[in-house]
């Protein structure tokens, strides 16, 4: 771990800042409601639905506020990363927004529809081997050609910024609120609530949700110090990265508490939501209701913003569809 | 068909008186875009996302209408009809709301699932054989002994105006349209559209979708009489019903035209609708979007209002899903 004066801590001015930079480029996304959970939990529930968000998920947020930041000069060498998932999409969608590359290097054993996705919104693969080292290789090779500049998925202070607006939208589209959850993974989201909310509503708790399977978040929470863990195995694939210097900055210091629930209880909650409020939802997003669902009396009589993150699923391999 | 003197036909005015009455009842639904149709037709499409409407489908605005149009002395008799599907879900609801019985007639042969939500709903089901005489019998049964008010699911002045309010919304959320696209099936909906469209913004065009394989309402509208098959065979099962006197009334007077699309067509929609918008909706509701691909010379550079009907699907059934 870094030490802490290296690092560059996001301020709730930058998180305004990005707010400025990001809205050309992104949704105001709705605030839905719900009675049927309201009833079932005794509770107001407040749905940010990210998952209709540019390219399905929040990540975009950073993502863009990343882009848009760049020097002219910067921006002309384009930007690059390595991940396989929502944030290759919204990185690859923000560059093509500003008509800059967008270099993603992913393991040729990525599935081809995650492959087909990135180059739809226009990112450029290079493919490494399924291994660390072989990705930090190609990646090392990529950079030092092309220049670009690296974007990390959430251990990045200008994303973290941009993540921070949803919490702040949040807010201006609900009355007041006693908790906000979010899902917990590498801590991107969960950071960017703390910048937000502990300078606009500090009275609001911050819950973090977690799978059983993948609780490394919750164990460093309980611990004290960051745990990170090898190759964890859950249907929540956003959430199996462990936390990281910056985004532990702000989850020791402002995060309530991490709840936990099992595969079986993010699946049902997440088939329970595409029932009951029609609309689309990834694993990963299950996983705070999936929580509520199961320490009702937590949330009994509060208002409470759910953060539902993405909606980048393969409609074709659903959880609950039995194996062929 | 009754003779044209003999019906009611719902004014302007009704729809407003409707709106009034069913606002508490109901939601005012969100209108979503996506650049991804937007890009893909070269229109502007606002889907009024009425899949997240109470009971998960518009006709609850029709049901409600109904409901909380009567005098105490009539609803002290409850609310009864012999539909199985959303109309039944948003009568039971419409029924609870105000606190009085709700008969719904259905075949015994139906879904158990089906059954379960009218039940979910509060909805008193009595069952009857899977023939038309039966339910005919079994029905006047239940009006004799209960006294209960029948509401039809469309071809009813006081439904009707209650399905206007929809398109009275969509107007007032968006800034101008050149036109309005609905499902067809029995009329309701699209009749709705008309009797509010022809007084509020009578230069947006009315289109109406339906399938290819139970396209009786387009052959309708071609011969300038109502054309009723038997027992038309699609996926989208909410619209099999055949219009009605009233609901000719509306479609023969101010609907602009009538197109259909494939069974293939409507799932392939369907499905880019919940990968792309990231919503559930029912196939019925796919039918409007799969014309507008097929047709969209007709569309380009148009504003199009697109009503999303429902979304009440059964996850473990559907269409892309190989047989186990």
Redesign the interface.
């Known amino acids: 771990m870094k030490d802490m004066t290296e690092m560059q801590i996001p301020t709730y001015e930058d998180m305004l800042a990005a707010h400025e930079r990001i809205r050309p480029h992104i949704h105001r996304t709705?605030v839905?409601t719900s009675?049927y959970f309201n009833d079932l939990v005794g509770a107001e529930l407040f749905f940010k639905?990210e998952?209709?968000q540019?390219a399905?998920a929040f990540k975009v947020r950073g993502a863009s506020n990343a882009v848009f930041g760049l020097s002219d000069e910067m921006a002309a060498r384009g930007v690059a990363t390595h991940s396989s998932g929502n944030h290759a999409l919204s990185l690859s969608y923000a560059a093509g927004r500003r008509g800059i590359p967008c270099h993603v290097v992913m393991p040729r054993t990525a599935p081809e529809a995650k492959k087909a996705a990135v180059r739809g919104y226009g990112g450029i693969i290079t493919e490494c081997e399924p291994s660390t080292s072989s990705r930090e290789a190609v990646f090392a090779e990529v950079q030092a050609r092309t220049g670009a500049e690296f974007v990390h998925p959430y251990n990045d202070p200008r994303v973290i910024a941009g993540q921070g607006t949803c919490s702040k939208e949040l807010m201006e589209q609900t009355d007041g609120l006693d908790m906000v959850i979010a899902p917990i993974g590498g801590g991107g989201m969960i950071s960017g609530c703390c910048l937000t909310l502990s300078t606009l509503a500090p009275e609001v708790q911050i819950l973090a949700a977690e799978p059983e399977q993948a609780d490394d978040a919750y164990r460093s929470f309980k611990a004290g110090h960051i745990i990170a863990d090898d190759a964890p195995h859950t249907i929540a694939d956003g959430l199996k990265v462990p936390l990281k210097d910056l985004t532990w900055h702000f989850v020791s210091r402002h995060v309530t508490d991490i709840l936990t629930a099992s595969e079986q209880e993010i699946v049902d909650a997440m088939?329970l939501t595409?029932?009951r409020?029609?609309?689309?939802?990834e694993p990963s997003c299950a996983v705070p209701l999936a929580t509520i669902l199961k320490n009702r009396e937590r949330f009994a009589g509060k208002r409470v913003g759910v953060i539902v993150t993405g909606?980048n699923v393969d409609?074709?391999k659903?959880p609950?569809?039995?194996a062929?």
Not at 277 to 281: L, P
């Open positions: 709705p839905l009675s639905c998952n209709f540019k399905g088939k595409w029932q409020m029609k609309i689309v939802m909606g409609l074709d659903l609950w569809m039995t062929a």
